[in-house]
């Protein structure tokens, strides 16, 4: 009798201990479990022992775990143990794994260990990865460690590294690193950050440092600040930092 391969893959997907369970069916019940590319998925995207379990099904069922996009995605999503995961694919199963644009941005989007993913990314298969200007917005975007990926990605590649208007809009809306994201593009990239009517929309209605972003704007290209009415409504919405806001303004 075949165990249901939902059951399999909520097992592998357990991130407390699925891969104690799953060594335990695969021991006692081996021929009647099916390792389904849903199976191997959900190991991937594991947060708890996701490595561990990954390990295992290669060891026992390699022959049957198939490393689709999806897998790698899932690794790349992974903000608990996504870097390692994705350590043993590239050890283990190199020549399977696809480091397609769609990984990448996952992994830069990745709150957990977005900057060692990509770091691993760009050390180990640095030709496959294109920053893309998606890639770059999701790293601006990264309310955890926004600051350092994109760091990297400027250290690493920076003449591939394109600041877009929807970037820079990224980064005025990042919760906790937009200031910090802003004086490093602007100390980076200074004339080719642009201040469009929307970056600065986004900053006055940055409830946590929407003051801070505005000094800095002012201070670093206050003649091409653009205050439009949006700007002001933005700041009248912003229920932290609003009247702060509207003084500067």
């Known amino acids: 009798v075949q165990i249901p391969p939902d059951v399999v893959e909520t097992i592998a997907g357990n991130k407390w201990n699925g891969r104690e369970i799953m060594a335990f069916l695969l021991q006692k019940r081996g021929d009647q479990v099916r390792i389904t590319p849903?199976?191997?998925?959900?190991?991937?995207?594991?947060?708890?022992n996701g490595k561990e379990l990954m390990?295992?099904?290669?060891?026992?069922r390699g022959n049957e775990v198939q490393i689709t996009p999806d897998v790698v995605k899932a690794a790349a999503w992974n903000e608990g143990n996504g870097k390692e995961l994705m350590a043993l694919l590239l050890e283990k199963r190199g020549d399977e794994v696809q480091i397609t644009p769609d990984?990448?941005?996952a992994a830069a989007e990745?709150?957990?260990?977005?900057?060692?993913l990509i770091a691993l990314?760009?050390?180990?298969?640095g030709d496959e990865v294109q920053i893309t200007p998606d890639v770059v917005k999701a790293a601006a975007g990264n309310e955890w460690n926004g600051k350092e990926l994109m760091a990297l990605l400027l250290e690493k590649r920076g003449d591939e590294v394109p600041i877009t208007p929807d970037v820079v809009k990224a980064v005025a809306g990042n919760t906790w690193h937009g200031k910090e994201l802003l004086e490093l593009?602007?100390?980076?990239?200074g004339d080719e950050v642009p201040i469009?009517?929307?970056?600065?929309?986004?900053?006055?209605?940055?409830?946590?440092?929407?003051?801070?972003?505005?000094?800095?704007l002012l201070e670093k290209r206050g003649d091409q600040v653009p205050i439009t009415l949006d700007v002001v409504k933005a700041a009248a919405w912003n229920g932290r930092k609003g009247k702060e806001v509207m003084a500067l303004i």
């Open 110 to 116: 990745n709150k957990g260990n977005g900057k060692e």
């Open 185 to 189: 593009l602007l100390e980076k990239r």
């Open 121 to 125: 990314l760009l050390e180990k298969r």
């Open 55 to 60: 390990a295992l099904l290669l060891e026992k």
């Open 196 to 216: 469009t009517p929307d970056v600065v929309k986004a900053v006055a209605g940055n409830e946590w440092n929407g003051k801070e972003l505005m000094e800095l």
């Open 38 to 48: 849903d199976v191997v998925k959900a190991a991937a995207g594991n947060k708890g």
């Open 103 to 105: 990984v990448v941005k």
